[in-house]
């Protein structure tokens, strides 16, 4: 990795506010005109994560990775044990069925600042992550990306990512349901 870039684990309050402000960031930038503009707006503030990243940090259930230059956070990813079930951080009403993936690990979010995205950051993070996973035993690892991010469905597949042909509708306000792809990689 480039002298400038380390890699933080998500441990101190800085860091949730720092994670929570990339996701923010990088929701506005990424879903804009698929996610309802007032969900953007008024629920996905710079804020809205940081209770969830404290709580996971508590609780053991999933882990953050700041990426920094220099001393400035530019990306950050989440991963942990694959989620199955009732999943209403995301969306309310959002169930997800893992069943065919038991023991698997997630990559649960990834997201770095819109200014910094073409990078490499991204790759850095991901494959991080992936290793995480790796030497943690997980035999495989997961993620959804919204079927319409052509980008990310790409940027996935170039790190040996496939869609396994699974849709997850992912309701949001308003009547809208977004569509996100399960892609998975053997560790």
Known sequence: MPEPLRFVD???????????????????????????????????TEDHWIPFFREDYATKCCKGILLYENDTPVGCCNYGPIRSGPSPRQSEGLVIDASSYGGWGEVISLYVEPDRTSCGYGALLLEEAVRRLGAEGYPGCTLFVLKENQGARRFYERHGFAWDGTVQKVPFPHGVVCNDLRYIRKL
Request: net charge negative.
């Open 10 to 44: 998500a441990s101190r309050e800085e860091h949730f506010a720092a994670m929570s402000a990339i996701h923010c960031r990088g929701w506005r930038s990424a879903y804009s005109g698929f996610v309802p503009e007032d969900y953007l707006r008024e629920v996905t």
